[in-house]
């Protein structure tokens, strides 16, 4: 992790010179996944994000997003169209995927809670990159999410079991909440 104004690597266990509280830019920020399918092939896609907030204070983290589902892309329609349905993300009653954080540290793997078709489950998040230049914040996070506790078709139906969720946020200092 990196502080850019500072130009210092963040060493693990001490924590970093960001603080505030950060809005997230939907416009800038990418929410990407990959899983297998048919245990073979890795489809890969986005679904932007809707908002969003980080906020830290003394070298801990909290904040919550949304993730618009009800717009993932693949790249291939009929995909697309079945990824939405009943029998995944059921975006017609569930357009949004929920991602909360709660006074974790920043540095290592923390845990995280996404909610999907109203079901939540706890994941660990791990935080790549921190980087701030004046107000603007850059993080660069993964995790990898098992879909068994969420309410969709098994694996047996063609898509696996864990997908692998990349994150870059970019947000804009705000007035501290």
């Not at 079945?82 to 709660?102: C, E, F, K, N």
């Not at 706890?122 to 980087?131: H, N, R, Y």
Request: charged fraction near 25%.
């Amino acid at each position: 992790m990196t502080d850019s104004s500072v130009g210092a690597p963040l060493e693990p266990g001490v924590s970093t010179p960001v603080h505030g509280t950060y809005a997230i830019d939907p416009d800038a920020s990418q929410f990407r996944f990959r899983a297998k399918a048919f245990t073979r092939l890795w489809v890969r896609g986005t679904m932007p994000i809707a908002e969003g907030w980080v906020q830290f204070t003394d070298g801990r983290v909290s904040g919550n997003g949304q993730i618009a589902a009800d717009r993932l892309t693949t790249g291939l329609a009929p995909r697309d169209w079945h990824l939405r349905s009943s029998h995944y993300l059921h975006t017609a009653r569930h357009p949004r995927i929920r991602v909360s954080v709660a006074d974790s540290p920043v540095v290592g793997p923390f845990e995280c809670t996404v909610v999907v078709r109203g079901v939540s489950s706890t994941v660990p998040l791990t935080v790549d990159a921190v980087e701030r230049d004046e107000d603007v914040l850059r993080v660069a996070a993964h995790l990898l999410l098992d879909r068994r506790p969420f309410p969709m078709l098994p694996p047996i139906a063609g898509v696996s079991r864990l997908v692998e969720i990349d994150l870059e946020l970019v947000a804009r200092r705000v007035a501290d909440r």
